[in-house]
């Protein structure tokens, strides 16, 4: 009796090694996304853009990293070509060394902005349990990048963005439009006649400068210019100045640059992409607000600066 109940054991365990090894089903991992179906979908289906979540591209040197017309990855032995996309659903055949598996994103709306992301592919059961198969492993990690590439605005949009509380409510206004080459001079001398006539007026200047800008033609700029102000009991507005105040205790989508003033508004573009992404309403204009005291920049000079946009 014990040896037909230890032989009937020993047939099971082989049985079950045989199933867990050889035969395969279909498994599958979910993360939740804050963002819209339609923005995650761009993200799973645009081959650039999986280079820069899926692993192990992810984390590679980008100078080796190969892509070959708008669907396939290649660093040294590892692969990733994009097979279908269909709907919400990206198929993916991976290869590392000398085995490839068909890895599937699928995209489920959970509300209106979030999405949930599903990763599915056949592996056996030993595979599963052991962690063997590298591919697996990656596409798992790759589910977790995705996630992370989403809430990383410096990855996504090459600057760290926030959402702040407005504080400087009111400000004294001007705008003008100048020559391209006139830009850096106007600057200077408008500035100095905003900070002149709060002084003046007692308005009591608050050291904040906020500027924004935008082509007028071919050859020229039109400047909006604006300094905190907390006083406006003795001051009358006409002319070229007047009052601008924003929502007390507002939001601003805020973010730190760091380049050149002549492409200050690379900046502002991809706030642009942020807000639209995250479904933000526009409240004003968007608006740089300089670090250093001076403000006459040549388009090459290096500056720092932080960058708002007022949003709903």
Do not use: C
């Amino acid at each position: 009796m014990k040896k037909k109940i230890g032989f009937i054991f020993t047939a099971l365990i082989i049985a079950f090694a045989i199933y867990a090894t050889l035969f395969t089903s279909i498994y599958s991992k979910a993360i939740m996304i804050k963002m819209p179906v339609s923005r995650v979908q761009k993200e799973i289906s645009s081959i650039s853009s999986i280079s820069k979540w899926y692993m192990p591209f992810a984390i590679s040197d980008t100078a080796i990293i190969k892509i070959t017309g708008n669907n396939k990855l290649q660093y040294n032995t590892d692969s990733l070509l994009i097979t279908s996309i269909t709907g919400l659903t990206a198929n993916y055949l991976v290869s590392e060394k000398d085995i490839s598996k068909n890895i599937v994103f699928n995209i489920i709306a959970d509300t209106a902005g979030h999405s949930k992301v599903v990763l599915s592919y056949r592996s056996s059961l030993w595979n599963k349990w052991t962690g063997n198969n590298p591919i697996i492993a990656n596409a798992e990690k790759s589910l977790i990048q995705l996630k992370d590439y989403f809430e990383d605005t410096k990855k996504m949009y090459g600057y760290e963005m926030e959402v702040v509380e407005l504080t400087d409510t009111t400000f004294l206004f001007t705008s003008k439009v100048v020559s391209n080459s006139s830009k850096k001079a106007a600057l200077k001398s408008t500035y100095e006649s905003l900070i002149r006539y709060a002084r003046e007026k007692d308005m009591n200047y608050t050291d904040t400068k906020i500027f924004y800008a935008s082509p007028f033609g071919n050859d020229s700029t039109h400047l909006f210019m604006s300094i905190g102000i907390t006083n406006t009991a003795n001051a009358s507005f006409s002319g070229e100045y007047t009052l601008k105040k924003m929502p007390y205790k507002g939001h601003l989508l805020s973010a730190y640059y760091q380049g050149s003033f002549g492409n200050v508004n690379k900046v502002i573009n991809a706030m642009e992409r942020f807000k639209a992404d995250n479904e933000m309403t526009t409240m004003a204009i968007p608006f740089i607000k300089f670090i250093s005291e001076n403000v006459d920049f040549d388009d090459n000079q290096i500056i720092q600066a932080r960058a708002y946009y007022p949003v709903f």
